[in-house]
């Protein structure tokens, strides 16, 4: 066994080491299992919850030993067998880990939103950069081959021929898919200091960005970091920034938004439609661009069930004739591709395509979309 487990260490078999932070319900039906199936690039080596029974449940599963499952982050991090730390817990918490996970010489990837502010984005990018270490934001969506391949269909057109954006995500809530689909345990023995730690971590947020707990542009700025940072960002890859907001507008209980974005040079809209509150089993994700000849069209399905395949759809009029190509690069997920990419990122140095960087992008998007509602 000894033996085994040093041959795992080697690096020159080019498996990479890693801790996870947060054991909830994407890391037990996303990361975990994805990491176990990848045995030949990673090896899962110490985890850490604030749940005591999810600590058991995941370290059985894995086959973790008790002295490597920790309630405390900074125990994990102090490793000195880790190559790379996974920020998966609770998003009041990404910015502390990851730094506290950089300081410690790790690589780290965190799950989007990388963090709720722009203090907190400077000051990871200050550890990734004082750590000589590599930080990736989790944007799955944006490595799924159908995306990457939309990328390169749209950067072949003339730019000056988008005619339209639109970007839609109107989904179900997520315990739909995932009821149907996998057994998640949910603990209910996470100390009660550590919940109301949490809640108070939220409203520090939301005081800290806009001076008031209470406002409804703090409630925006939670949708926007958590569900629609997906979509802006994968606008942005698509067709850059844009210059301003013409129009936001939200239903009074904030679970649904509608945002008009200008592009100038060429000038063209672009559209956010999003909203996660519905009853049934429904995701309906999509970006579309459109020019006066051709539409390309990236669709996704739930990255809570693995393996269904995001596509890409590209259509083309020439005179009275439509031709139209549906591709699916693969059926590997798009977490899968992530984490083949992260373990790139990890063992041969390459910049990662989702820095912190780019996650500061996303603020200034979310900023002009809350002053515009406002």
Not at 163 to 173: C, K, L
Not at 217 to 227: K, M, N, P, S, V
Not at 278 to 293: G, K, N
């Amino acid at each position: 066994m000894n033996h085994h487990n040093n041959h795992q260490s080697s690096r020159a078999d080019r498996r990479v080491r890693v801790g996870v932070i947060g054991l909830g319900e994407v890391a037990q039906i996303i990361h975990l299992p994805i990491i176990e199936q990848l045995r030949d690039q990673f090896q899962l080596v110490a985890i850490c919850d604030v749940a005591p029974s999810l600590l058991t449940f995941i370290g059985e599963r894995y086959g973790i030993p008790s002295e490597a499952r920790y309630s405390d982050m900074r125990d994990l991090v102090a490793r000195d067998d880790l190559d790379a730390v996974l920020v998966l817990n609770s998003d009041e918490y990404h910015a502390e880990c990851a730094i506290a996970a950089l300081e410690a010489g790790k690589h780290v990837l965190i799950e989007k939103p990388m963090c709720l502010t722009e203090r907190e984005a400077h000051a990871v990018i200050a550890a990734r950069d004082a750590a000589g270490k590599q930080a990736m934001v989790g944007y799955m969506r944006r490595f799924a081959p159908a995306f990457v391949q939309g990328v390169e269909a749209i950067r072949a057109l003339d730019r000056n021929e988008i005619a339209y954006v639109r970007v839609r995500d109107i989904i179900g809530a997520n315990r739909l898919f995932i009821e149907q689909s996998t057994n998640v345990l949910y603990p209910t023995d996470i100390p009660d200091d550590l919940r109301a730690d949490r809640t108070a971590r939220a409203t520090a947020v939301a005081v800290e960005i806009f001076g008031d707990a209470a406002d409804d542009r703090a409630r925006t700025w939670r949708l926007l970091c958590g569900l629609s940072s997906h979509d802006l960002s994968a606008m942005r890859e698509l067709v850059g920034m844009p210059a301003r907001v013409l129009s936001a507008a939200r239903t009074p209980d904030t679970s649904f938004l509608h945002v008009v974005f200008q592009y100038d040079d060429p000038s063209f809209l672009a559209v956010l439609e999003t909203g996660s509150s519905l009853a049934l089993p429904r995701f309906d994700a999509h970006l579309e661009v459109y020019t006066s000849h051709t539409t390309v069209r990236i669709d996704y399905d739930s990255g809570y069930i693995r393996h269904l395949p995001t596509t890409l759809t590209i259509a083309t009029t020439d005179g009275t004739s439509l031709d139209e190509r549906v591709v699916r690069p693969t059926y590997a997920d798009p977490y899968t591709c992530e984490l083949l990419a992260f373990h790139e990122v990890v063992t041969s140095g390459v910049a990662p395509k989702t820095p912190p960087e780019d996650f500061l992008q996303d603020l200034a998007m979310f900023r002009m979309i809350v002053d515009a509602l406002a």
